[in-house]
Structures are given as C-alpha cells and as structure tokens.
C-alpha cells in the first residue's frame, strides 16, 4: 500500500500514495462503510512525517485505526483502518499479531508480524 524506504523519495512516493488512497476513498465510497487493510509502511513509532501522513488519511476520511481503537499497545505497518456509515455499524472484536502467519517450519511468512482484526456489524435501518 505505501513505499517502504526512508529516503525524501520514499517519502514522497508515500506521501502520493496516501493522496491517491484518499481521493479513490472519496470517489469510489462516499457515505458507505470502508475497511482498509493491508501493509502501510507507515512507522509512526520512528519516523514523524508517517505519523502525519497516517493521521491525514484518517481524517480526511474519517477513519479509524483498529489497533488505535483496541489499545493495542505497539502499533504495526500492517493496519487495518474503517469507518461505519448510516447503514451500516462496524465494531472492533478484537486485533492482535496474527500467531498462524508462519511456514510449516514456524517461520514468520513476512518481514513483520501480521495482525489479524475481527469485526462485528449491525445494519441502521
């Protein structure tokens, strides 16, 4: 989902993809629920520019973190972000690292822990 590097042009290719990730949010679900997941690169524990380009995205359009909203503790590059709608209620269940994202052999399957997020919703009536 965003540029991993630590380089002005790594930044800046973030920065464009949060932009894009915004503008497709507002176009594409405008008033409808959205649950965005995946692996951000946003390092909000060690670099600030990422802390402000996360908190652009989530209010912009009003999202929110998962892990943020769990108190989870240590927050990941992997997030997942979401926002209920008039029709439809989201609740956090739960989040935590994901301990099944392993090979047979117990290796982690990526450079980073996974998260696993469980949802309940309601529909408004």
């Known amino acids: 989902m965003g540029d ?3 380089g002005q042009q790594d930044i800046e290719a973030r920065r464009a993809q949060i932009e894009q ?3 497709r949010i507002r176009t594409r679900s405008t008033s409808k ?3 965005v997941a995946g692996d951000t690169n946003l390092h909000t524990e060690s670099r ?4 402000a380009l996360l ?3 989530l209010d912009e359009v009003e999202l929110a973190d998962a892990c943020r909203t769990r108190d989870c503790g240590s927050e990941q590059v992997d997030r997942v972000l979401f926002r209920s709608s008039a029709q ?3 609740q956090i269940l739960s989040w935590q690292i994901d301990p099944d994202f392993v ?3 117990g290796n982690m399957l990526s450079d980073h822990f996974a998260i696993s997020v469980k949802f309940s919703w309601q529909t408004h009536r």
């Not at 600030?48 to 802390?51: A, F, G, T, W, Y």
């Open 55 to 57: 908190q652009k995205l």
């Open 21 to 23: 990730l915004i503008e």
């Open 48 to 51: 600030p520019e990422d802390v």
């Open 33 to 35: 629920a959205v649950i």
């Open 88 to 90: 439809l209620a989201l």
């Open 4 to 6: 991993a590097g630590g």
């Open 103 to 105: 090979d047979e052999q």
